[in-house]
């Protein structure tokens, strides 16, 4: 049992076949294609995630060369956490432009005129444009079992990040996080943050 932790900057993308990159690093990628907008930490997700998709176009546009090019794990729970927390975190509060609680459902929502639809357009549009570099996996939930899951969970673990590791831990899946608390044994993790990068030896 050991962690298999990696710094994001200089890590090459053709390392693995497939990687799992968490909500935040999604949803940092389509801020930024939107508004061109991401701050220094963003950004090197971002370029990870640019360089995948990089692969991805320079395998198909030159088939001769043996190019790795790796996919990106989908799932429908990830899927799920992309698009709420884009319209509760970002398109809301652009909206609003104030400092003010807004209840999501009724305030913007639910209002004829927020531009909920717009961003809805925008979010779902951007992830299809991703199709091609995607690959779907089943979230599995009854073979992982329940009572696996729940005697697992303590302050430590959020959820989500514990089923995924449970869902991806022997599948050979990468995952791209910058979430301080996804530290589990015999998964390989790629990251930017500095509580993660503490625990490389």
């Known amino acids: 049992m050991s962690l298999l932790i990696n710094k994001i900057i200089g890590y090459d993308p053709s390392n693995h076949p497939l990687y799992f990159l968490d909500a935040n690093v999604w949803i940092a990628a389509l801020k930024n294609n939107l508004y061109n907008n991401a701050d ?4 090197k997700y971002i370029d990870f995630f640019d360089a995948i998709i990089q692969l991805n ?3 198909t546009s030159v088939p001769k060369k043996k190019i790795k090019a790796p996919k990106i794990v989908m799932t429908s729970i990830l899927l799920s956490e992309i698009i709420n927390a884009y319209l509760r975190n970002i398109a809301m509060p652009l909206f609003f432009n104030d400092n003010k609680h807004h209840d999501f459902k009724k305030e ?8 909920y639809d717009k961003q809805l357009k925008f979010i779902t549009t951007d992830i299809q444009a991703f199709n091609d570099y995607l690959l779907l996996i089943d979230d599995n939930f009854v073979n992982i079992g329940i009572n696996d899951l729940l005697t697992s969970l303590d302050r430590k673990n959020d959820f989500n990040d514990l089923y995924y590791y449970k869902l991806f831990k022997d599948k050979g899946i990468a995952i791209v996080t910058e979430d301080k608390d996804f530290c589990y044994d ?16």
């Open 57 to 59: 176009i320079l395998s």
């Open 40 to 43: 220094h930490k963003e950004q």
């Open 108 to 115: 913007y929502r639910e209002e004829i005129y927020s531009d």
């Open 186 to 201: 015999d998964i390989v993790i790629i990251t930017n943050n500095e509580n993660l990068k503490r625990l490389i030896k």
